[in-house]
């Protein structure tokens, strides 16, 4: 018995080792690896900024860098940096995603992230919109056609996307400044979400529930997102539609302090980030249907951008930390009123 | 006289026919049509393209690497447990055979979040694991270890059924007459074995490479480096890739074509409906 196990232990192992070996070459070269999680629609932005950026460093440093990159819901992507996804940056949908991690882990995150790139380390805004099919036959033209009856409306879970926050409380600053109070916004979002027929865990699944699937009359999302799904889907599918008040969204960005000192990159990694303000990086990200915060990248795409009234978190929410406490923790408001939906 | 069992009338037995033939038709047979549909909608090129192309390449890497590690360990735990409980007594029997069956009744998401908690940063391990820069979390063998815990009880459950009726009369024979433990496993329980054996790898083997959810809480979904082929599929279809993430997903079926019909012939092969009542 003692050989039979000893004999197929060492075969065993043999052949682990022999196929990790196969899989190896993971770091390329000389080169330098950043890993970027970020949240769910920003894949095709980073596709470019990354290929931009590795053309500048390789001609200022010499050296190649390539990239990593993970997507999925914003708050999701938070709790596996916070678990040991070891992110060289964390580029989230809101700022709250990113203090988690600080919160979570000061050894990680230096708490004072924000101070340390212009415009609070937001380098672009966007910010909610719907989208609705074709010749919008329903009809939306504002918040108060999504809450008629008959009208399904897809939108994703505030617990697990960072785009659904924004859309929560989006829809949070109509009810209020309609009704005039927070039971007025209380009871519109209520109304809302009851017309909500799939809640999926991140923006992206949300779009492809409503453009793939099918399914639901009009979509609430990020601007780009929603200018992206009428691109890749064909024009003429989907139209965009602006409401009258919105809010500012602000995803934020910031080294990993932990991550990039035990892999050696804080250099490349701060260098990165700091690229994203650049005019060339900001006409990448106006192109892409994000808001760039460069103003003369902004006037070149003013067209695009429509001007609308924006709430902001700061102002209208109390901040991230509040709004997050307040709306989203388990037992807030969110839980409450969806409790009471599927009674 | 007619038997029971024939005495419908024949609309009765046409309608629950067409039933059984729409049913297979509507779910089994359509999905796996549109699959290939979708795949192959831009044309073998591009079909072609999307496999090889380096983050699919090394998605079905992965794939192959996580099998082929779990799927050894689970047939070296699938028989000394099946060994253990059909050949000998001990106290406690019972308990084990409940636990094996463990991971069929907890969800995927639970067995991938379990390690998470032991060995996250955060987790029980956590610490100590950075320490000692060992990663498993959002690594390889994270994976190997969520995909293990999932695919825990194929091989054992075929082989109990079958060597708890197979009794130990082979070995007891094989003993007494001077074989040593090696020997009479090599010799006398393992040929008796070797076609629920393989059935019982062939699941193993398909769920290994099949697995989402377990696996999906351990990646870290990090592109050409933490996704598996399921994994890879879901990235490429949220990306509007839909010829790419149907042409994986195609991959994924045919192993599941090629699986029936290996196990099709092992159970024409050793004779399944022998096997006595343990299924």
Known sequence: MPI???????????????????????????????????YDPTRELYKEINAGFANHWKADHGQTVSFKMSHGGSGKQSRAIQDGLEADVATLALSYDIDAIAAAKPGLLDPAWR??????????TSTIVFLVRKGNPKNIRDWNDLV??????????????????WNFLAAWAYGRKAGGS???????????????????????????????????????????????AQKEMGAGKFEIVVPSISILAEPSVAVVDGNVKKHGTAEVAKAYLEYLYTPEAQDVIARNFYRPRDPQVAARYAATFPTLNLVTIDKDFGGWKAAQAKYFADGGVFDTIFAKIKR | MRNGATSESRLARAVIMAIGLGFFGLFLLMPLLVVFAQALAGGIGAYLDAIVEPDALAAIRLTLLVAAISVPAN?????????????????????????????FSVSPVVSGLIYVLLFGAQGWLGPWLAEHDIQIIFAVPGMVLATIFVT??????????????????????????????????????????????LYGVLLCNARAMGEFGAVSVVSGHIRGETNTMPLHVEILYNEYNFIAAFAVASLLALLALVTLVLKSLLEWRYDYHGKGTGH
Not at chain 1, 7 to 28: D, E, Q, R, Y
Not at chain 1, 115 to 124: E, H, I, K, T, V
Not at chain 2, 77 to 89: H, L, M, N, P, V
Request: aromatic residues 8%; proline residues 6%; charged residues 20%.
């Open chain 1, 182 to 228: 927070e039971a007025a916004a209380q009871d519109y979002v209520s109304k809302l979400l009851a017309n909500v027929p799939v809640l999926d865990s991140g923006a992206r699944g949300s779009t492809t529930t409503f453009v793939e699937r099918n399914i639901g009359d009009v979509l609430i999302t990020w601007e780009n997102e929603a200018f992206l």
């Open chain 1, 148 to 165: 008629k009856p008959g009208v399904k409306v897809i939108t994703p879970n505030p617990k697990t996307g960072g785009g659904a926050r």
């Open chain 2, 152 to 197: 825990f009880p194929f091989v054992a459950r075929e082989l109990i059924p079958l060597m708890a009726e197979q009794g130990r009369d082979d070995e007891e024979a094989a003993l007494s007459l001077g074989a040593t433990g090696w020997q009479t496993f090599w010799h006398a329980t393992l040929p008796n074995i070797r076609w629920g054996l």
């Open chain 1, 4 to 38: 039979s196990r000893r004999n197929l232990t060492i075969a065993m192992l043999l052949g682990a080792v022999a196929l990790t070996g196969c899989s190896g070459g993971k770091a390329p070269g000389d080169g330098v690896v950043l890993l970027n999680v970020s």
């Open chain 2, 75 to 103: 047939i070296v735990f699938g028989i000394a447990a099946a060994w253990a409980i059909t050949k000998f007594d001990f106290p406690g029997k019972s308990i084990l055979i409940t636990f094996i069956d463990l991971p």
């Open chain 1, 115 to 124: 101070q340390r790139l212009p415009d609070n380390s937001a380098p672009y």
